[in-house]
């Protein structure tokens, strides 16, 4: 049986175990991308709906990695972010939040990329990284030592590598098999997400609307063929709601979706695909296991209230890629105790901070809606804390 050698073997090709493969292979390491799915029927070629929001401090991973410039479809920037309380088929309240990224810089907030472009970016990407070996569809067996980890494909071609990451979602097999414990609380709620195009052009602004059955976004996006104006919608429902939601005709929905977002941008229309989304949230009690380490939803996920799920993956995989580039062996105990210390507090934090934000919005009760209405309001009248808000969400 041959055994071929590698940097960094990583099981998951996913956007985050993806772009960390092409970050590494871009700075020279040898690494071994593992995915049970075939990479060319995920890159869907007509326009589905579905979209990332790309953190303005995430940006330089998809730099590195050889990804931005592959976007086949331009990205929309965020330039301004509006967040206002209301109720479906109602003015959304007078007493809002605004944010301006003049405030902090010319730079956006972020992007907002289509899913399929991403996707097309990646697989052309490691088409081309003469440095990554990719094995999809392929299972992989993982067996870990203290000194290497061996990587088993279809029982007949065997990888050693240094350092294993874990990429392989929130199912990850890797950490169950490396016994490391999760804690999870699922969500009594559904995410639906769609994109609509619309009469009157976004202007580059985010909306983040507080209703009764959860956070509504409406996000700008590049238009396409056919359709000038188009954003991104991302919003939750109670699942029975958003069941009848998934079933509806066109227009039924299209009416729905139109209640929730108001009349800012005129007559709407959806285009693409709607899905829907059960929400939970877990956390893996730690990131590290003798070489190996955890990365993205494998780690963690989080309430899609922010946007933020994604960006914490790639934070994940740039802190891991940082590291790695000061070591000659990229699976010491003592780099993966420093990749652990510098990601996990910041995932915790963004847990606590969704999940309380969603607490708080996704209630009807008058007093809570005057008290959160009043606060977004003082906030708006603090410039310093705007900024600081601002910073956060940039990444």
């Not at 804690?183 to 195009?197: D, E, G, H, K, P």
């Not at 494998?298 to 309430?303: C, T």
Request: charged share 20%; glycine share 8%.
């Amino acid at each position: 049986m041959n055994k071929e050698t590698v940097d960094v073997a990583v099981i998951g090709a996913g956007p985050v175990g993806a772009a960390l493969a092409c970050r590494l292979a871009n700075q020279g390491r040898s690494v071994l991308l593992v995915d049970r799915a075939a990479l060319p029927p995920m890159e869907h070629p007509d326009f589905d709906g579905r979209a990332y929001a790309i953190a303005y401090g995430s940006r330089p991973l998809l730099d590195m990695a050889g990804l931005w410039d592959r976007l086949a479809f331009t990205p929309c920037p965020i330039e301004q972010i509006r967040v206002s309380d209301g109720k479906p088929g109602q003015p959304a309240s007078p007493l809002h939040l605004h944010f301006d990224h003049r405030a902090v810089g010319e730079n956006p907030f972020g992007w907002i990329v289509e899913a399929r472009a991403l996707r097309v970016a990646i697989n052309a990407q490691l088409r081309a990284e003469p440095r990554v070996i990719l094995r999809a569809p392929a299972d992989a067996v993982v067996t870990r030592s203290a000194e290497e980890a061996i990587i088993t494909i279809a029982g007949d071609t065997t990888y050693r590598a240094r350092l294993v990451v874990a990429a392989d979602g929130r199912g990850s097999q890797l950490r169950t098999q490396a016994g490391i414990a999760v804690t999870r609380f699922a969500y009594r709620q559904s995410a639906v997400v769609c994109a609509l195009a619309h009469e009157r052009g976004h202007q580059n602004v985010a909306l983040e609307h507080f209703l009764p059955g959860g956070p509504f976004a409406q996000l700008p996006m590049t238009g396409i063929e056919g359709a000038p104006h188009v954003s991104a919608i991302v919003f939750t429902e109670g699942h029975a709601i958003a069941d009848r939601l998934a079933v509806m005709d066109d227009a039924r929905f299209t009416a729905e979706v139109a209640r929730r977002l108001g009349p800012h941008l005129g007559a709407v229309r959806l285009i693409g695909k709607r899905w829907t989304y059960r929400l939970s949230a877990l956390h893996a009690h730690r990131y590290t296991a003798p070489r190996l380490a955890l990365v993205g939803d494998a780690a963690h996920g989080i309430h899609p209230i922010a946007g933020q799920g994604l960006n914490l993956g790639l934070r994940d995989a740039m802190a891991l890629a940082a590291l790695i580039d000061q070591s000659d062996d990229p699976g010491t105990p003592d780099l993966l105790q420093r990749y652990q210390r510098a990601r996990r507090p910041d995932n915790l934090l963004m847990l606590a901070a969704t999940d309380g934000l969603d607490r708080l919005f996704s209630t009807d009760l008058p007093p809570v809606r005057l008290a959160r209405d009043l606060g977004l309001a003082a906030v708006n009248r603090m410039p310093r804390l705007k900024r600081a808000f601002m910073r956060a969400a940039m990444g």
